[in-house]
């Protein structure tokens, strides 16, 4: 069982938590892209992997300052939701239909990382930790840009495979 003494502890956990998942997505993503059948599509994940892996640099600037490490989470929520990206991969349907699939997947990623980037987000700013508080902000700021840019070409996607068939 995990004790925590402090708000600072759970921040740290927190963290910790979205490490592990920016990690995997760092796996996940490259493999999304190739599923994906629309250009757009394809290049708007992996323009998400490489600020992805800016994030990872921002954690780990962040966790240096806090003197802690950034491992010991297993992020199982997010390791639930890539598996379903990764079965989002694998489906067989029309590539319009299996974009929005993919897409579907993807913006519910992106929704838990706002959820949880915006909790650091405070807890860094109650702290007092202004610096870390500004990147966590930048990351936020990014995630909930790729959300938008996702639910745009959604758009177009969704009727195409609403129309087909
Ligand atoms: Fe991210």
Redo the contacts with the bound molecule.
């Keep these: 069982m995990m004790r925590l003494e402090s708000l600072r502890d759970l921040f740290v956990e927190e963290l910790k938590g979205l490490y592990t998942a ?1 990690k995997q ?1 760092i796996r996940a993503l490259p493999r999304m892209a190739k599923a994906a059948a629309s250009d757009e599509l394809r290049m708007a994940m992996q323009e998400h992997l490489e600020e ?1 892996e800016q ?1 990872i640099d921002r954690l780990k600037t962040i966790f240096k300052e806090l003197e802690a490490s950034p491992r010991g989470n297993k992020g199982k929520s997010m390791k639930g939701l890539i598996d379903e990206s990764m079965e989002a991969i694998d489906i067989e349907a029309e590539p319009c239909l299996k974009d929005a699939a993919l897409i579907a997947t993807a913006q519910r990623v992106e929704h838990h ?1 706002m959820a949880g980037y915006g909790t650091v987000r405070k807890y860094a700013h109650l702290l007092g930790l202004d610096e870390a508080a500004n990147l966590l902000q930048e ?1 936020l700021d990014e ?1 909930a840009a790729a959300d938008q840019r996702l639910g745009e070409i959604a758009q177009s996607i969704n009727e195409a495979a609403h129309a087909q068939a």
């Design positions: 920016e997505l992805t994030q990382e990351t995630e």
